[in-house]
């Protein structure tokens, strides 16, 4: 079992920035490729994005290429999403993700309980 635990997320302004951060715990953590999710109210989850096992491979939706930056640090087994010039349509919760490089949420086989990000215009 893994479980997941997201912190950072906060209030910020418009054009501002954040970094999340997702440390899971129990197994290898080098063992799972790693991805965040974004919910926004009223919306289906969305991958934000993803980083292989190893660091070698990222994705980004298109949403958020440009401005975000996934990385993880297999000795500190730690993820973290860096988000920059945030747009108050990035408002949402962000969940971090452990299972096989994929952007689907049907792939994912284990969830954190989200950090909600919120950004005033």
């Known amino acids: 079992q893994v479980q997941l635990v997201e912190s950072g997320g906060g209030l910020v302004q418009a054009g501002g920035s954040l970094t999340l951060s997702c440390a899971p715990s129990?197994?290898?953590?080098?063992?799972?490729?790693m991805a965040w999710f974004r919910q926004a109210p009223g919306k289906e989850r969305e991958c934000v994005a993803a980083?292989?096992?190893?660091?070698?491979?990222?994705y980004y939706g298109d949403s958020v290429k440009g401005r975000f930056t996934i990385s993880r640090d297999n000795v500190k087994n730690t993820v973290y999403l860096q988000m920059n010039s945030l747009k108050p349509e990035d408002t949402a919760v962000y969940y971090c993700?452990?299972?096989?490089?994929?952007?689907?949420?049907?792939?994912?086989?284990?969830w954190g309980k989200g950090t909600l990000v919120t950004v005033s215009s």
């Open positions: 993700a452990a299972g096989p490089y994929s952007s689907s949420v049907r792939d994912m086989q284990y």
């Open positions: 129990g197994r290898t953590f080098s063992n799972y490729a």
């Open positions: 980083i292989s096992r190893i660091g070698y491979n990222t």
